[in-house]
């Protein structure tokens, strides 16, 4: 998606990167929140707009949490528990703190225990919202392990054949190291879209195209469309119809369900019933190259797979094949160099927020 | 699929479960399979079609792998070896067994780990065809964990928008118990559709659906189509186009390939070339639910989401909402009692090779 669906240039302010983490770190302190927590809070915002994915970023979260820390939903101060561990597992009770806040210290977890006997898993429950998980699961890559992440949240993915929300949009994200080429990085959700594109497509004041959203009576819409009011759709499992392949979709989306929720002794939120801003589930899996290959054969093979892929012939009408990771290690270069494009209203919003607890407005590019 | 692209009615031969069994295994046996892993074989092809998923069972591929052992593409007496292990993982190298015959041997190892440390994943590679994988996540299930398998090989997935295949159609399957309901188990290709329900469609004389196929420059084919010649069409990833959600389908099988091909210590067949009867690369998971909280709480809350799931209110016009596993429950209960509805002419097949060997006749329902 990151090419796609951005805050058109005359709405656009750039920003310097260094100056909205900084910033946006400072408003979360100032809602309570340590300043260590803070800090990797906002640097998981600010990555997510530095690699292009502006749906996973400051604009549509920091004013969420705000309000959550506000109403008492997000816990400003938790107090992380590990409930049941092993060798190579853990199973984490996040007191209703932020996702990502905790989620670098669960996959650390993982890492952990992958370099002791070579496989890690972690689940954490009870937390809020994890954000865009490949960015959990670059830390494991960053120390040559294979990082993978889930989260489950939310109730807005019906089930192919169904007229009931069931799920949220239940995102898996991959990493992976390589050598010369930039890591694989795969980051998606298990329905059609992420909940926060449409957020953004909406803010826009674009059309949803065909495939994205049912309607209220979950029959997919395949034509492009308006936004509705929110409660008036929802959203089918990747490959939207039951011919393309939804139920596919619909399968993994359980995976996600089975693998943070259950895993973690919780009832899944489709069986508890769901309220706006409940607590989200998530799995934190590392694995060790070493224990299994080679990590130099291992980085050789994956510079090799990925310069294949990108150098695809590609399609009729097409420019290039992409690989997952590519659009966002492009968009990273630019963007630190040129500053985040950030919509003026949300810049307004953080400069106004700055202002109150006395800090800098934001840098400019 | 179970429920579509079955055998019509005038073609069928209902035969008995335990004599396609015993027959199939006697003539992996005469190939020069021991009798142990000819049973084991013959075993999950029989599940398969016991379960309704024809494209994975005897039909397609005992007349295949007796094939490929008249060839050498296959080892009937394989040297299994392991050549790199840890308390959770392990790296085994098949020498060319049948991955069928051989895969229960891998997930259990995988099992046995996640009871030592809580979690076991073991790779598998150099081996023949790995058939439905959710067999496999099964055998975990059937011990209180889930299960997870993946394999690559074969070559007919393009990327998104790309106009050369890049990948096998590398399936995932994943299981997890239940206490009431019928087991979770979702077992899918990360493409459009596994190439063994091309195979089956063209058998049928059925024309394929929308989304399913990209014609040879790799556009997909987005009406209803005649299955091309080999060679003329290659599947897209799972999603059909980008907009539709390809891109995921996409990076989901490039997942597969690392954590099968890459984890290995192996090139991908995309790198190294392919042909066909080239090794597969296999990926084993077992997650010991107690290490991560209580089993029964486990199954409890399993059999209320699974029960929520399929008593969600239907869309307009369908008629039940499934969860993955209920049909292949459904299917299994039939073919015990009435037989594996076959084709005529793979039953003469059967029958033709037994006579050849002294076994006897199948059994007719």
């Known amino acids: 998606m990151p090419t796609r669906y951005k805050v058109p240039p005359e709405l656009q302010v750039r920003v310097q990167h260094q100056s909205v983490r900084s910033t946006a770190a400072k408003i979360l302190h100032s809602a309570g929140v340590p300043v260590a927590?803070?800090?990797?809070?906002?640097?998981?915002?600010?990555?997510?707009?530095?690699?292009?994915?502006?749906?996973?970023?400051?604009?549509?979260?920091?004013?969420?949490?705000?309000?959550?820390?506000?109403?008492?939903?997000?816990?400003?101060?938790?107090?992380?528990?590990?409930?049941?561990?092993?060798?190579?597992?853990?199973?984490?009770?996040?007191?209703?703190?932020?996702?990502?806040?905790?989620?670098?210290r669960a996959m650390q977890m993982a890492v952990d225990k992958a370099k002791d006997v070579g496989m890690g898993v972690v689940t954490m429950s009870n937390s809020g919202h994890l954000g865009a998980v490949g960015h959990f699961s670059m830390i494991a890559a960053e120390q040559d392990m294979i990082g993978m992440t889930m989260t489950c949240g939310g109730m807005l993915m019906a089930p192919t054949f169904g007229a009931e929300?069931?799920?949220?949009?239940?995102?898996?994200?991959?990493?992976?190291?390589?050598?010369?080429?930039?890591?694989?990085?795969?980051?998606?959700?298990?329905?059609?879209?992420?909940?926060?594109?449409?957020?953004?497509?909406?803010?826009?004041?674009?059309?949803?195209?065909?495939?994205?959203?049912?309607?209220?009576?979950?029959?997919?819409?395949?034509?492009?469309?308006?936004?509705?009011?929110?409660?008036?759709?929802?959203?089918?499992?990747?490959?939207?119809?039951?011919?393309?392949?939804s139920h596919k979709g619909y399968g993994l989306a359980t995976m996600v369900e089975i693998l943070t929720a259950l895993l973690s002794g919780m009832q899944p939120s489709m069986v508890e019933g769901y309220k706006p801003g409940a607590p989200h589930r998530n799995y934190f899996a590392a694995y060790d190259i070493a224990a299994f290959s080679e990590v130099d054969v291992f980085k050789e093979n994956m510079d090799q797979m990925l310069r294949t892929l990108r150098e695809t012939k590609p399609a009729p009408g097409?420019?290039?094949?992409?690989?997952?990771?590519?659009?966002?290690?492009?968009?990273?270069i630019d963007r630190r160099a040129n500053g985040i494009p950030l919509h003026h209203e949300i810049v307004t919003w953080l400069d106004t927020k700055a202002s109150v607890i006395g800090a800098p407005a934001l840098e400019r590019s």
Chains 1, 2 share one sequence.
């Open 37 to 104: 927590e803070a800090d990797e809070a906002a640097d998981v915002l600010v990555t997510a707009d530095l690699r292009g994915i502006d749906s996973h970023g400051v604009s549509n979260h920091v004013p969420l949490y705000i309000e959550y820390y506000s109403t008492g939903a997000l816990n400003p101060r938790p107090n992380w528990s590990v409930s049941r561990e092993t060798r190579s597992t853990a199973t984490i009770d996040a007191d209703k703190g932020l996702g990502i806040a905790l989620g670098r």
């Open 165 to 245: 929300a069931r799920f949220g949009t239940n995102p898996i994200g991959v990493a992976a190291p390589a050598n010369k080429e930039p890591a694989f990085l795969f980051d998606a959700a298990t329905s059609s879209v992420a909940y926060n594109k449409i957020l953004l497509i909406e803010r826009l004041g674009l059309p949803v195209p065909a495939g994205w959203l049912t309607d209220e009576k979950g029959d997919p819409i395949m034509e492009e469309t308006e936004v509705p009011p929110l409660g008036k759709f929802m959203v089918p499992p990747v490959g939207s119809t039951r011919e393309i392949g």
């Open 318 to 332: 097409e420019e290039r094949v992409l690989y997952p990771g590519m659009l966002e290690h492009e968009a990273e």
